[in-house]
């Protein structure tokens, strides 16, 4: 229900943003040997399951790809939560700092 209510409000541009920057950060992280490792033996585990070898890679491949759009998303979520509990911070204080002036002068009508 809550992640459902929070497709429908939160800001698509400024998450799919976010995404986007955090798919390029993460992406870097396809040029290190532990990612060909990682690649490498999920394949061979695909392999194994039946597959023949071309589409284990091409399977294994899809697989990061997928967990790193995973990654991006849930940091874009954590990015806009982080972003609001700053705005909902800073109301707070710019509440403290509002000029309280008791009581108000002049007579309330009724009808």
Known sequence: MGIQLWE???PRAATQRLDQYHQSVLSVYTRSPWFNEAVADLATRL???GFDMHSAQQGALARM????NTQAQALSYIDVY???SLISVSMFFLCLLAKN???GSGNIHMH
């Open 47 to 49: 392999s194994h399951a």
């Open 101 to 103: 002036e008791p009581g």
């Open 82 to 84: 982080w972003l609001l």
């Open 8 to 10: 429908q409000v939160r």
């Open 65 to 68: 790809y997928s967990m790193l």
